[in-house]
């Protein structure tokens, strides 16, 4: 995208010309300006433009109205709120307005402009990749949980290694960016990662192909960032292009995920064909996860998600109760195995390979299965 063109909409004229002096960088370019309201409604309906940019130095409130009125008739936009700090409340109902990103008025020039480049190059990433006819039946699978230790990153990589032994090409990637495991699960000691894809200034098919691990499983491994300072380095355009260009070559891809919800993870959700959301039978986790399904709506990525319940038997909450609590029926329910788990861990070898007569292993397997079925 060589010039981001806005649509600059705010009540006050002095806000107005406050924030257009923000816009220092030369690649924002601002094609009309107007008040939020009803005119601005006509004028923003027909103007051309990659973002509308709302502001105010005030609380925001009617500015996520017109928000909301904006996204149900442009999805061909970046809406972008700029406002001082929201408390948690209104920072739900922007997202529930369909506001890619909000921005601290009080920021700096530099990382106004930053955030506003990174919001717009990510949206206009992921509807090129929607546009795309897909010449490969591919699958991109997140496992993800807003908790950690619930098991996601054992689920992720005995689900690759199940689907890579039934002879398909399965990408693994480790998108927990500062302390990711996937290379402790596989006994993976060390090896070029993420951080290092990205420090090539290169996101060809061919590069991202070069930084692949292949485990002696068969899956081919992109390993988290090597230290927790690097994780700054990646940004959601290289996810992007890092799932837009595996699922060209591979059956599946899969992304453990981080418990954060941040914009790389964001960039990975919109971009995935199913999120395997994963629980525990504890209070903890089942809070954490009916928070995350809130956030996923807000996103409009609701109907990806599949539950997984993890360690089941673990306690008095049965996966009925977690089924009611959510609002939906587990795909695949994992017995607690924890001899089995931690022999895994330990040995640095998947599951279903050192304890394949697990009843955990087993149902993984049988879910394995069941995704190859699948149309």
């Known amino acids: 995208m060589d010039s981001i063109r806005i649509m600059l909409a705010a009540f006050s004229a002095d806000d107005r010309k406050f924030i257009s002096g923000l816009l220092t960088d030369e690649a924002l370019r601002v094609v009309s300006s107007f008040r939020p309201d009803n005119d601005g409604l006509k004028k923003a309906s027909a103007q051309p433009a990659d973002v509308l940019l709302i502001g105010t130095r005030a609380k925001p409130e009617q500015e996520l109205d017109f928000a909301e009125r ?58 090129f990749s929607k546009q795309k006819i897909a010449s490969y039946d591919s699958k991109v699978v997140v496992c993800y949980s807003p908790k950690g230790g619930v098991g996601k990153t054992t689920l992720a990589v005995n689900l690759a290694y199940a689907l890579a032994t039934m002879n398909k090409k399965v990408a693994l990637i480790d998108l927990s960016l500062q302390f990711g495991e996937v290379g402790v699960f596989l006994d993976i000691p060390k090896g070029d990662t993420i951080a290092d894809m990205v420090e090539e200034h290169s996101l060809e098919l061919s590069t991202i192909k070069s930084y692949l691990i292949r485990h002696q499983s068969g899956i081919q491994v992109m390993l988290s960032s090597s230290a927790p300072e690097y994780a700054e380095l990646i940004r959601p355009e290289h996810v992007d292009a890092i799932l837009s260009s595996l699922r060209t070559e591979f059956d599946y891809v899969f992304v453990d995920m981080a418990v954060t919800m941040g914009d790389c993870a964001i960039a990975a959700i919109e971009t995935a064909d ?39 038997g673990i306690s008095t909450i049965t996966t009925k109760n977690v089924a009611n609590l959510l609002e939906a029926t587990p795909v695949l329910v994992i017995p607690y195995d924890l001899k089995a788990a931690m022999l895994a861990v330990n040995r640095g070898i998947p599951m279903l390979s050192c304890a394949p007569k697990s009843k955990a292993s087993k149902e993984i397997r049988d879910y394995a299965r069941s995704l190859t079925r699948r149309v």
Not at 293 to 311: R, S, Y
């Open 70 to 127: 904006m996204f149900t008739t442009r999805s061909d936009i970046t809406i972008i709120l700029l406002a001082p700090m929201l408390e948690s409340k209104l920072l739900e109902r922007a997202m529930e307005c369909g506001i890619s990103r909000v921005i601290d008025i009080n920021s700096s020039e530099q990382d106004v402009c930053t955030h506003i480049m990174t919001a717009a190059n990510r949206d206009q990433n992921r509807r």
């Open 274 to 312: 199913t999120i395997l959301l994963v629980v525990n039978e504890d209070i903890a986790s089942l809070h954490d996860a009916k928070r995350s399904v809130k956030v996923l709506e807000a996103l409009n990525q609701q109907d990806k998600v599949k539950l997984v319940v993890n360690k089941d």
